[in-house]
């Protein structure tokens, strides 16, 4: 396998389906996920960051995502403090394009319900995000 060069191809294989994935999982979560939503793109690994809006907490998005069978981290499982963030991890390393979509349009939908949750609780300007604040100040 190795001497063959076959673990070379494999390498660039499996890389390429990953940046395949991982440019799926940032358009998804762009079309699914609430406004003011932010998604890094790693320079190393398959899992992209995702900043939510202010308001949502990142464990109890977790744990819906996980009640409808999706597994994602919350950013508190990276957090020093262990302080919930208004953030996930997600990885793509195990589900393929259409069920990623499919997923990540679950997480989308519980996100958006979080986040009318939290501008009903807070008000719209508490629950306002950077760019949203950006527009409103022009």
């Not at 979080?114 to 719209?124: F, T």
Request: net charge positive; charged share 25%; aromatic share 4%.
């Amino acid at each position: 396998f190795i001497s063959r060069g076959e673990y070379d191809r494999h390498l660039v294989r499996t890389r390429t389906r990953l940046r395949t994935r991982l440019a799926a999982a940032q358009r998804a979560v762009r079309e699914h996920f609430p406004v003011g939503t932010a998604c890094d793109r790693p320079s190393g690994g398959w899992a992209l960051w995702v900043r939510l809006p202010q308001g949502i907490s990142g464990r109890a998005l977790a744990a819906s995502a996980r009640d409808k069978g999706v597994l994602v981290s919350p950013g508190s499982d990276f957090s020093p403090d262990a302080s919930d963030l208004p953030a996930l991890r997600i990885s793509v390393a195990r589900e393929t394009g259409p069920d990623l979509e499919k997923a990540l349009a679950l997480v989308g939908a519980a996100a958006r319900s979080l986040h009318r949750l939290a501008v009903r609780r807070n008000g719209p300007g508490k629950a306002r995000t950077g760019r949203e604040e950006a527009l409103i100040q022009i």
